[in-house]
């Protein structure tokens, strides 16, 4: 009766648990901060070699249900790497090396408990990469709730900093709502159905009884909200901005990107393999989120005169843009995933790229941390620093989605015809207009950089490891730009 | 007693939850709404699981409990940091992050 | 089902009667006695002495740190619950008693990490 388990299929969150725990003890014996560091990204790249270990091989399944329980049902695995998954854990562990790069200097500079940093965020990793695995909903909360729980500490590290543990209150309450919002949901699905496997659930709700109807669609709704908090979308997005600005930036980073990417891999399972049944009703109710979100995003955006607040704003615009193909609802579903799952890689490289210059730049500011980069201290950056300049031009161009930034203007694309292909017209009219609205902002950030200085000089030494990831991402970022259709060929083969 | 007079309470103290975190100020009392709106989709889970007759529903309600009381620990913690430089745990008063 | 919440109903006609009782005994009070309040009557009573301070008073928790690690790993002691109900069961055995120990050494990485930290230890 004991369950055999495919240790291969779950070794990227092994060995990220297993360092995690070195982690802590190593730190418990007072190892060295470099130490430290060194363990943690070393742990993200030996995950990230498992990754593309698993790709080339077969889909593996593991924690299925034993065949004396499964009464003839499917097979109801728990825990799938499937070429989807391998794809978004490739992501997630790529952009974490990224921001544990990021980290190094602002862990000293801050001083934040190293042991600790590195520690929450390898459990907050753990917590992503089995999100993005999960085909059943206990795991699918238990996964969310690990990649939420240690953030809220990280983004509190500071200590004896008022903003700090501000942001951490305000994450937090949302966080928690929604999740108790999202498990109500959970279990009305569950009374509805019966089953918590998504290969279960699925069938269950195509025959379900019409008294039954109005629960079923209520839990999926509610579920709904619990992922509109994760990616930031509208009704659940007000934390963003303000948590963005009090936590420490590579927390931001952190935030934006890896536990975005997460939620948005859980709400496309959720969506494509349990609920398509229901897609009458979560279609449009995606659809007015995205539209919503994207909006309101973009024009608050248009306010912002610090860099992290912009940033802030404008990720929950490219929320909104990664929910649209999604409200096509099960109209060519699977091109709709794949539009969702290329957006979020190319959004991936723009942003943590534009959050490492942003985070370089903040250095400037060395210990006295009362202000926050205005727009205007960017000016006269091309003059004092052009690589540097010219990598934050690229990637605001990439976000902004115009030529020479092709990735960006390539991924609008391919969510802009996803939506069309499935019919929402109105929503894509609603992106072509907010593009618009994008381009404003980000190009007159991108302007400043070339007028003439402020006086406020940028020493540029941001230190190695904050070099070496803005390298990396404009690297990647140029590659994208010149051969988009790597990740295109990637999606569809995965999705 | 019918499974479905406990899905009515549960619904009741799922509402009394959130109505307390929207109307309450003090972030110890907001803590106190939240873990009633979790326990309240624990009573949901287990009497849906004793409808079905089957486990899912109470494996569930294990990993919520651990999952709110780790949740706690953590809130609780933020709290303190929050009034060690405030002096103050009313909701009303986190006011320094704004635009 | 009916009976089910008949046999509340003694318990609705105790409690209205108890609280009956103590509203009774308030309102007739209210309407005995005089009422003439002055500002030192209005007063908080502390035992005769006058009231010194805020109504929020600042006490030093020792140790909360410990009772958080005792709310997380009383409630991790749940996930036995389930494991003992099979762990006799034929099937499983050793291999089951191992998979616990190796839950457990997680929990107890956690507590060598507090201790180390000086969590539990008096201050």
Redesign the interface.
């Known amino acids: 009766m004991i369950q055999g388990i495919d240790y291969a299929a779950i070794a990227p969150p092994l060995i990220l648990a297993v360092a995690a725990i070195g982690l802590l003890l190593a730190d418990a014996f007072d190892a060295p901060r470099r130490l430290l560091g060194l363990l943690s990204a070393g742990s993200l790249a030996a995950a990230l070699i498992a990754v593309a270990a698993l790709a080339p091989g077969d889909r593996r399944a593991t924690f299925c249900l034993p065949d004396g329980l499964r009464s003839g049902g499917p097979r109801s695995c728990s825990y799938v790497a499937d070429d989807f998954t391998l794809l978004f854990q490739g992501i997630v562990l790529a952009a974490a090396v990224v921001v544990v790069l990021l980290s190094l200097q602002e862990i000293t500079d801050s001083d934040i408990p190293a042991g600790e940093y590195h520690f929450l965020i390898l459990a907050a990793v753990i917590g992503a990469l089995t999100l993005v695995a999960a085909r059943d ?2 795991l699918l ?2 996964a969310l ?1 690990t990649l939420s ?1 240690p953030v ?2 990280l983004v ?1 590290l500071r ?5 700090a ?6 994450l ?2 949302v966080s ?2 929604s ?3 999202m ?2 949901g ?3 699905v ?2 509805a159905t ?3 496997h998504l290969d279960r659930v699925a069938p269950a709700l195509e025959r379900l009884p019409a008294d039954l109807d109005p629960v079923a669609a209520a839990g999926i709704v509610l579920v709904l909200a619990g992922f509109a908090f994760k990616v930031a979308a509208v009704p659940f997005h007000f934390w963003a ?2 948590v963005y ?2 936590a420490p930036l590579p927390v931001a980073a952190f935030l934006s990107v890896v536990s975005k990417a997460a939620g948005f891999a859980g709400l496309a399972i959720v969506l494509a393999l349990g609920f398509p049944a229901y897609a009458h009703i979560w279609g449009p109710v995606v659809g007015v989120l995205a539209a919503v979100t994207m909006t309101l995003g973009n024009l608050l955006a248009l306010r ?1 005169n610090t860099a992290i ?1 912009l940033l802030a704003w404008s990720s929950v615009a490219q929320s909104g843009y990664m929910l649209a193909p999604l409200a096509v609802g099960d109209r060519r579903l699977p091109e709709a995933v794949a539009a969702t799952t290329a957006y979020v890689a190319l959004y991936a490289v723009m942003n943590l790229g534009a959050f490492a210059v942003v985070i370089g730049f903040n250095r400037r500011h060395g210990s006295v941390r009362t202000a926050y980069d205005t727009l205007d201290d960017y000016r006269g950056l091309a003059r004092s620093s052009p690589a540097v300049a010219a990598a934050l031009a690229f990637f605001l161009i990439c976000l902004a989605g115009l030529p020479p930034g092709v990735m960006g203007l390539f991924a609008k694309i391919v969510v802009f015809r996803a939506t069309v292909a499935g019919g929402v017209t109105w929503l894509a009219v609603v992106m072509a207009i907010n593009t618009v609205i994008g381009l404003y902002y980000y190009l007159v950030w991108a302007a400043r950089l070339f007028t003439a200085g402020s006086g406020a000089r940028y020493d540029a030494a941001p230190g190695l490891p904050v070099r070496a990831a803005v390298a990396a991402a404009a690297t990647a970022a140029v590659v994208l730009s010149i051969a988009p259709q790597i990740v295109l060929q990637t999606v569809t083969n995965a999705t | ?2 499974p479905g007079h406990y ?1 009515a309470l ?1 619904a009741i103290l ?1 509402t009394i ?2 109505l307390g ?1 929207l109307v309450r100020r003090n ?1 110890i009392v ?1 803590f106190m709404c ?1 873990e009633l ?2 326990n ?2 624990n009573l ?2 287990v009497s ?1 699981s004793r ?2 007759g ?1 486990l ?2 109470q ?2 309600a ?21 009034f ?4 103050s745990s009313s ?1 009303d008063d ?1 006011n ?4 | ?1 009916r009976t ?1 919440f008949e046999s509340y109903a003694v318990l609705g006609a105790l409690l209205l009667v108890g609280g009956g009782i103590v509203a009774g005994g308030l309102a007739a009070n209210r309407l005995l006695r005089p009422n003439r309040p002055t500002a030192e009557k209005l007063t908080t009573y502390e035992c005769g002495v006058d009231p010194v301070g805020e109504n ?1 008073a ?1 006490s030093y928790v020792r140790y ?1 740190v410990f009772s ?1 690690l005792y ?2 790993f ?3 002691a ?2 036995l ?2 494991w003992a109900t099979v762990f006799s069961a034929p099937g499983y055995g050793m291999t089951t008693l191992g998979e616990m120990f190796v839950f457990l050494g997680f929990l107890a990485a956690g507590l060598l990490y507090a201790g180390k930290k000086g969590v539990l230890s008096w201050v």
């Open positions: 909903l206990v909360v238990v709730e729980l809220f500490a509190g200590r004896y900093d008022g903003t543990s501000e942001a951490a209150l305000k937090f309450l928690v709502v999740a108790a919002v498990l109500f959970i279990s009305l569950y009374g019966g089953a918590m901005p303000d600005q009090g912002q607040r | 007693m019918s899905l549960s799922f939850g959130a975190v972030a907001v939240i709106m979790l309240a989709t949901a889970f849906f409808m079905h089957n899912d529903g494996i569930i294990f990993f919520v409990m651990v999952v709110a009381a780790a949740e706690v620990v953590v809130g609780l913690a933020i709290i303190m940091t929050i060690r430089t405030r002096r909701v986190v320094l992050l704004k635009y | 089902m089910y929020w600042h909360y958080y709310v997380v009383a409630v991790d749940v996930f619950f389930p």
